[in-house]
DNA sequence: AAGGCTCGCAACCGCTCGATT
DNA sequence: AAATCGAGCGGTTGCGAGCCT
Protein backbone atom coordinates (compact mmCIF):
# COMPACT_ATOMS: atom_id res chain seq x y z
CA UNK A 1 0.00 0.00 0.00
CA UNK A 2 1.60 3.36 -0.60
CA UNK A 3 0.59 7.36 -0.01
CA UNK A 4 1.02 10.27 -1.94
CA UNK A 5 3.38 11.29 1.27
CA UNK A 6 6.76 9.62 1.74
CA UNK A 7 6.13 10.72 5.22
CA UNK A 8 2.89 8.71 5.94
CA UNK A 9 4.30 5.87 4.20
CA UNK A 10 7.23 6.20 7.12
CA UNK A 11 4.13 6.39 9.64
CA UNK A 12 2.79 2.94 7.95
CA UNK A 13 5.84 1.34 7.56
CA UNK A 14 6.72 1.96 10.92
CA UNK A 15 3.56 0.58 12.49
CA UNK A 16 3.40 -2.25 10.55
CA UNK A 17 6.86 -2.94 11.67
CA UNK A 18 5.24 -2.64 15.08
CA UNK A 19 2.60 -4.84 14.63
CA UNK A 20 4.74 -7.15 13.14
CA UNK A 21 7.03 -7.27 16.41
CA UNK A 22 4.05 -7.05 18.56
CA UNK A 23 3.01 -10.16 16.72
CA UNK A 24 6.22 -12.20 16.97
CA UNK A 25 6.19 -11.17 20.69
CA UNK A 26 3.17 -12.43 21.23
CA UNK A 27 3.74 -15.70 19.41
CA UNK A 28 6.91 -15.99 21.27
CA UNK A 29 4.92 -15.90 24.47
CA UNK A 30 2.92 -18.29 23.23
CA UNK A 31 5.52 -20.30 22.61
CA UNK A 32 7.50 -20.20 26.23
CA UNK A 33 4.71 -20.12 29.06
CA UNK A 34 5.87 -17.56 32.03
CA UNK A 35 4.64 -16.84 35.44
CA UNK A 36 2.27 -19.08 37.72
CA UNK A 37 2.04 -22.95 37.10
CA UNK A 38 -1.75 -24.00 36.34
CA UNK A 39 -3.33 -27.04 37.87
CA UNK A 40 -3.48 -28.61 34.25
CA UNK A 41 0.28 -28.14 33.98
CA UNK A 42 1.84 -29.54 36.96
CA UNK A 43 -0.91 -32.58 36.25
CA UNK A 44 1.40 -33.27 33.11
CA UNK A 45 4.55 -32.79 34.61
CA UNK A 46 3.77 -35.63 37.25
CA UNK A 47 2.29 -37.81 34.80
CA UNK A 48 5.34 -37.17 32.41
CA UNK A 49 8.41 -37.89 35.38
CA UNK A 50 5.83 -41.03 36.83
CA UNK A 51 6.06 -42.34 33.31
CA UNK A 52 9.61 -41.77 32.37
CA UNK A 53 11.65 -40.16 35.31
CA UNK A 54 13.41 -36.67 35.75
CA UNK A 55 16.40 -35.16 33.89
CA UNK A 56 16.97 -33.94 30.62
CA UNK A 57 14.63 -30.69 31.37
CA UNK A 58 13.87 -29.36 27.85
CA UNK A 59 13.25 -32.63 26.11
CA UNK A 60 10.85 -33.68 28.74
CA UNK A 61 8.95 -29.93 28.17
CA UNK A 62 8.64 -30.77 24.65
CA UNK A 63 7.86 -34.38 24.98
CA UNK A 64 5.26 -33.45 27.78
CA UNK A 65 3.68 -30.98 26.21
CA UNK A 66 4.09 -28.35 28.41
CA UNK A 67 4.91 -24.72 26.85
CA UNK A 68 7.71 -24.34 29.17
CA UNK A 69 11.32 -24.45 29.49
CA UNK A 70 13.31 -27.20 30.97
CA UNK A 71 14.47 -25.25 33.78
CA UNK A 72 11.08 -23.96 34.70
CA UNK A 73 9.85 -27.65 35.06
CA UNK A 74 12.90 -28.66 36.58
CA UNK A 75 12.56 -26.01 39.24
CA UNK A 76 8.71 -26.65 39.42
CA UNK A 77 9.74 -30.39 40.17
CA UNK A 78 12.00 -30.29 42.78
CA UNK A 79 10.54 -27.81 44.85
CA UNK A 80 7.06 -27.96 44.59
CA UNK A 81 5.56 -31.07 42.97
CA UNK A 82 8.24 -33.92 44.17
CA UNK A 83 6.62 -36.14 46.55
CA UNK A 84 8.43 -36.22 49.39
CA UNK A 85 8.82 -32.27 49.72
CA UNK A 86 7.82 -31.55 53.18
CA UNK A 87 5.54 -28.02 53.08
CA UNK A 88 4.71 -25.17 55.89
CA UNK A 89 6.55 -23.74 58.51
CA UNK A 90 10.50 -24.87 59.56
CA UNK A 91 10.33 -26.65 63.18
CA UNK A 92 12.88 -25.53 65.72
CA UNK A 93 14.88 -28.30 64.87
CA UNK A 94 15.47 -27.24 61.45
CA UNK A 95 15.72 -23.29 62.39
CA UNK A 96 18.61 -24.78 64.54
CA UNK A 97 20.29 -26.90 61.74
CA UNK A 98 20.09 -24.23 59.16
CA UNK A 99 21.47 -21.61 61.46
CA UNK A 100 24.34 -23.67 61.98
CA UNK A 101 25.15 -24.69 58.51
CA UNK A 102 24.60 -21.16 57.40
CA UNK A 103 27.47 -20.04 60.27
CA UNK A 104 29.91 -22.78 58.78
CA UNK A 105 29.06 -22.54 54.47
CA UNK A 106 27.40 -19.48 54.23
CA UNK A 107 24.66 -19.00 51.63
CA UNK A 108 25.42 -22.57 49.92
CA UNK A 109 21.77 -22.66 49.91
CA UNK A 110 21.60 -26.87 48.47
CA UNK A 111 24.40 -27.86 50.48
CA UNK A 112 22.24 -26.64 53.76
CA UNK A 113 18.94 -28.03 51.84
CA UNK A 114 21.02 -31.67 51.63
CA UNK A 115 21.03 -31.67 55.22
CA UNK A 116 17.05 -31.27 55.59
CA UNK A 117 14.96 -33.80 54.04
CA UNK A 118 11.87 -32.88 52.52
CA UNK A 119 12.94 -29.13 52.32
CA UNK A 120 14.68 -27.38 48.96
CA UNK A 121 17.52 -24.66 48.74
CA UNK A 122 15.03 -21.98 47.76
CA UNK A 123 12.93 -22.55 50.67
CA UNK A 124 16.01 -22.16 53.25
CA UNK A 125 17.32 -19.25 50.96
CA UNK A 126 13.59 -17.63 51.55
CA UNK A 127 13.36 -18.52 55.30
CA UNK A 128 17.08 -16.95 55.17
CA UNK A 129 16.04 -13.73 53.54
CA UNK A 130 13.10 -12.98 54.83
CA UNK A 131 13.37 -13.99 58.44
CA UNK A 132 17.17 -13.95 59.66
CA UNK A 133 18.11 -10.75 57.04
CA UNK A 134 15.38 -8.65 58.10
CA UNK A 135 16.13 -9.23 62.19
CA UNK A 136 20.33 -8.31 61.31
CA UNK A 137 18.60 -5.36 59.30
CA UNK A 138 16.74 -4.20 62.66
CA UNK A 139 20.08 -5.11 64.44
CA UNK A 140 22.27 -2.65 62.01
CA UNK A 141 23.93 -5.59 61.67
CA UNK A 142 25.25 -7.36 58.23
CA UNK A 143 23.14 -10.73 57.97
CA UNK A 144 26.78 -12.49 57.10
CA UNK A 145 28.61 -10.44 59.48
CA UNK A 146 30.78 -12.27 62.37
CA UNK A 147 29.23 -10.33 65.01
CA UNK A 148 25.12 -11.16 63.54
CA UNK A 149 26.56 -15.04 63.53
CA UNK A 150 27.36 -14.56 67.03
CA UNK A 151 24.12 -12.74 68.11
CA UNK A 152 22.32 -15.64 66.47
CA UNK A 153 24.70 -18.25 68.48
CA UNK A 154 24.04 -16.76 71.92
CA UNK A 155 20.96 -15.76 71.94
CA UNK A 156 18.59 -17.42 69.35
CA UNK A 157 19.90 -21.00 68.78
CA UNK A 158 20.16 -21.39 73.12
CA UNK A 159 16.58 -20.25 72.30
CA UNK A 160 15.88 -23.04 69.68
CA UNK A 161 17.17 -25.11 71.82
CA UNK A 162 15.10 -24.81 75.06
CA UNK A 163 12.11 -24.75 72.79
CA UNK A 164 13.08 -28.16 70.99
CA UNK A 165 13.75 -29.68 74.21
CA UNK A 166 10.63 -28.34 76.07
CA UNK A 167 8.83 -30.00 72.68
CA UNK A 168 10.75 -32.84 73.55
CA UNK A 169 9.20 -32.79 76.93
CA UNK A 170 6.21 -32.11 76.06
CA UNK A 171 5.35 -34.71 73.62
CA UNK A 172 7.56 -37.54 74.49
CA UNK A 173 9.47 -37.30 71.26
CA UNK A 174 12.69 -38.56 70.54
CA UNK A 175 12.96 -36.08 67.18
CA UNK A 176 16.64 -34.77 68.85
CA UNK A 177 18.10 -35.11 72.24
CA UNK A 178 20.38 -33.42 74.04
CA UNK A 179 23.80 -34.89 72.85
CA UNK A 180 22.45 -33.88 69.35
CA UNK A 181 21.63 -30.68 70.19
CA UNK A 182 25.12 -29.93 71.90
CA UNK A 183 26.74 -31.14 68.60
CA UNK A 184 24.99 -27.84 67.34
CA UNK A 185 26.06 -25.63 69.62
CA UNK A 186 29.76 -25.47 70.27
CA UNK A 187 30.66 -26.34 74.33
CA UNK A 188 33.67 -27.07 74.87
CA UNK A 189 33.49 -26.54 78.52
CA UNK A 190 30.21 -25.92 80.31
CA UNK A 191 30.68 -23.09 82.10
CA UNK A 192 28.83 -19.80 81.90
CA UNK A 193 31.45 -17.17 80.55
CA UNK A 194 28.90 -16.83 77.45
CA UNK A 195 26.56 -15.61 79.62
CA UNK A 196 28.41 -13.29 80.83
CA UNK A 197 28.92 -11.60 77.74
CA UNK A 198 25.94 -12.12 76.49
CA UNK A 199 24.84 -9.39 79.57
CA UNK A 200 27.32 -7.55 78.63
CA UNK A 201 25.79 -7.41 75.05
CA UNK A 202 22.41 -6.99 76.53
CA UNK A 203 23.23 -4.22 78.11
CA UNK A 204 24.64 -2.12 75.09
CA UNK A 205 21.33 -2.90 73.54
CA UNK A 206 19.57 -1.70 76.04
CA UNK A 207 21.80 1.45 76.15
CA UNK A 208 20.36 2.15 72.89
CA UNK A 209 19.97 5.89 72.66
CA UNK A 210 16.49 6.01 71.00
CA UNK A 211 15.12 3.09 72.00
CA UNK A 212 13.58 1.91 68.98
CA UNK A 213 17.11 0.57 66.81
CA UNK A 214 20.04 -1.14 68.30
CA UNK A 215 23.01 0.87 67.95
CA UNK A 216 26.35 -1.38 68.54
CA UNK A 217 29.45 0.45 68.38
CA UNK A 218 31.22 -1.91 70.07
CA UNK A 219 30.07 -5.69 69.39
CA UNK A 220 33.30 -6.96 70.50
CA UNK A 221 31.54 -8.15 73.36
CA UNK A 222 29.65 -10.53 71.26
CA UNK A 223 32.83 -11.73 69.38
CA UNK A 224 34.71 -12.72 72.62
CA UNK A 225 32.10 -14.73 73.17
CA UNK A 226 33.41 -18.64 72.88
CA UNK A 227 30.09 -20.52 72.77
CA UNK A 228 30.67 -22.62 75.81
CA UNK A 229 27.32 -21.43 77.18
CA UNK A 230 25.77 -23.09 80.06
CA UNK A 231 22.39 -24.18 78.22
CA UNK A 232 20.64 -24.63 81.27
CA UNK A 233 21.90 -21.23 83.00
CA UNK A 234 20.26 -18.67 80.57
CA UNK A 235 16.26 -19.41 80.71
CA UNK A 236 14.23 -17.06 78.74
CA UNK A 237 13.11 -15.11 81.67
CA UNK A 238 17.32 -14.71 82.36
CA UNK A 239 17.31 -13.07 79.40
CA UNK A 240 14.18 -11.11 79.26
CA UNK A 241 15.42 -9.38 82.86
CA UNK A 242 18.49 -8.86 82.07
CA UNK A 243 16.56 -6.24 79.71
CA UNK A 244 16.98 -8.17 76.17
CA UNK A 245 14.32 -6.53 74.58
CA UNK A 246 14.10 -3.27 72.47
CA UNK A 247 10.96 -1.45 71.26
CA UNK A 248 10.40 -2.15 67.68
CA UNK A 249 12.74 -5.45 67.74
CA UNK A 250 10.56 -8.75 68.49
CA UNK A 251 12.11 -10.93 66.67
CA UNK A 252 12.34 -13.58 69.97
CA UNK A 253 8.93 -12.48 70.90
CA UNK A 254 7.49 -12.91 67.91
CA UNK A 255 8.94 -16.49 66.98
CA UNK A 256 8.76 -17.71 70.38
CA UNK A 257 4.98 -16.64 70.64
CA UNK A 258 4.29 -18.06 66.91
CA UNK A 259 3.31 -21.74 68.81
CA UNK A 260 2.16 -19.99 72.06
CA UNK A 261 5.23 -21.32 73.74
CA UNK A 262 6.54 -17.99 75.10
CA UNK A 263 5.11 -14.36 74.98
CA UNK A 264 7.53 -12.37 75.97
CA UNK A 265 6.10 -8.83 75.70
CA UNK A 266 3.74 -10.62 78.43
CA UNK A 267 6.80 -11.81 80.14
CA UNK A 268 8.42 -7.79 79.59
CA UNK A 269 4.91 -6.51 81.04
CA UNK A 270 5.55 -8.53 84.09
CA UNK A 271 8.79 -7.14 84.44
CA UNK A 272 7.32 -3.56 85.04
C1' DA B 1 -14.85 0.12 52.10
C1' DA B 2 -10.77 1.20 49.77
C1' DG B 3 -6.22 2.27 48.88
C1' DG B 4 -1.46 1.73 50.26
C1' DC B 5 2.03 -1.00 52.38
C1' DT B 6 4.54 -5.08 53.87
C1' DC B 7 5.73 -9.72 53.79
C1' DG B 8 6.47 -14.32 52.18
C1' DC B 9 6.86 -17.33 48.58
C1' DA B 10 7.09 -18.99 43.81
C1' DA B 11 9.37 -18.27 39.79
C1' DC B 12 12.83 -16.26 36.78
C1' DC B 13 17.53 -14.91 35.41
C1' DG B 14 22.34 -15.07 34.72
C1' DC B 15 26.16 -17.50 35.58
C1' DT B 16 29.11 -21.60 36.29
C1' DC B 17 30.38 -26.31 35.96
C1' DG B 18 30.79 -30.84 34.23
C1' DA B 19 29.77 -34.21 30.71
C1' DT B 20 29.55 -35.24 26.02
C1' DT B 21 30.62 -34.85 21.23
C1' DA C 1 41.01 -28.61 22.58
C1' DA C 2 36.83 -26.39 21.66
C1' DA C 3 31.91 -26.20 21.32
C1' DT C 4 27.56 -27.48 22.98
C1' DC C 5 24.23 -28.83 26.19
C1' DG C 6 22.06 -30.06 30.48
C1' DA C 7 21.93 -29.28 35.19
C1' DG C 8 22.57 -26.78 39.29
C1' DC C 9 23.32 -22.69 42.07
C1' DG C 10 22.61 -18.18 44.17
C1' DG C 11 20.61 -13.67 43.52
C1' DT C 12 16.65 -11.15 42.29
C1' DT C 13 11.96 -10.05 41.03
C1' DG C 14 6.91 -10.18 40.81
C1' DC C 15 2.70 -11.19 42.74
C1' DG C 16 -0.89 -12.31 45.94
C1' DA C 17 -2.53 -12.20 50.64
C1' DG C 18 -2.99 -10.02 54.75
C1' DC C 19 -2.55 -5.92 57.48
C1' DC C 20 -2.93 -1.07 58.40
C1' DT C 21 -4.68 3.50 58.04
Known amino acids: MKTENPADDNLIN ?3 NNN ?3 QEDQEAAEEVRRGPWTLEEDNLLIHYVACHGEGRWNF ?6 LKRNGKSCRLRWLNYLKPDIKRGNLSPQEQLLILELHSKWGNRWSKIAAHLPGRTDNEIKNYWRTRVQ ?4 QLNMEANSQSFIDA ?3 FY ?3 LVQKIEQNSIDHHTTAMNTDQVSHIIPSSNKDTSCSNTSLEFQDQLT ?3 DGSSIVLDDINSVNSCNYDMDLGSMSASDM ?7 EGNDWLANDMAEDGMWVLDELWQFRK
Not at 60 to 65: D, E, M
Not at 134 to 137: E, G, S, T
Not at 241 to 246: E, I, K, L, T, Y
Request: some cysteine; hydrophobic content about 35%; proline content about 3%.
Open 152 to 154: IRC
Open 207 to 209: NSK
Open 60 to 65: LAKSAG
Open 14 to 16: ISN
Open 157 to 159: MPR
Open 20 to 22: RIQ
Open 134 to 137: KQAR
Open 240 to 246: LFSGCHV
